[in-house]
């Protein structure tokens, strides 16, 4: 299991991509993202780590399967629910709704992260 630091930074990468991927990060976005995580515990870990991706403007998909991978090695965790709600807000902030590439991102990372803990499941052989 991978730390809470590596958990939120990774959250940080994951909110670049999806900022990023109608071509470019919005002020918008931007403003939502501080307003949103303010009284966040972890608000500078993400801030930051949103802020290096953007700075070296790194591709979505490696933003993207980067920090899917620290999710996938972390596992389950209760601040999931949070970081697609603020996912969705950073979308939805510019134009007050998501452009298409950036909810596709926003399904994937659903889609993928509950597949995989599906199969990790599997793997230990749980059985309802």
Same mark, same amino acid.
């Given at each position: ?8 930074e990774a959250?940080g990468e994951?909110?670049y991509?999806?900022a990023?991927?109608d071509?470019e990060? +919005?002020?918008?976005e931007?403003?939502?993202?501080q ?7 972890w608000?500078?870990d993400? +801030?930051w780590?949103?802020?290096?991706? +953007? ?6 998909k490696?933003a993207y ?12 965790d209760?601040e ?5 709600e ?6 939805n902030?510019h134009k007050g ?5 950036? +909810?596709k991102i926003i399904?994937e990372f ?8 599906t199969?990790?499941?599997d793997a230990i052989?749980?059985?309802?």
């Amino acid at each position: 299991m991978v730390s809470k630091e590596k958990l939120y930074e990774a959250f940080g990468e994951l909110l670049y991509a999806v900022a990023i991927a109608d071509g470019e990060v +919005q002020p918008e976005e931007v403003t939502a993202l501080q307003n949103t995580l303010k009284t966040h515990a972890w608000a500078a870990d993400i +801030q930051w780590s949103f802020n290096y991706e +953007q700075q070296k403007a790194h591709s979505v998909k490696h933003a993207y399967d980067k920090a899917l991978d620290i999710f996938k090695e972390h596992g389950p965790d209760k601040e999931y629910a949070f970081f697609v709600e603020v996912l969705k807000l950073v979308a939805n902030s510019h134009k007050g709704k998501a452009e298409a590439s950036e +909810q596709k991102i926003i399904d994937e990372f659903v889609t993928e992260l509950t597949a995989q803990f599906t199969k990790d499941i599997d793997a230990i052989g749980y059985d309802n």
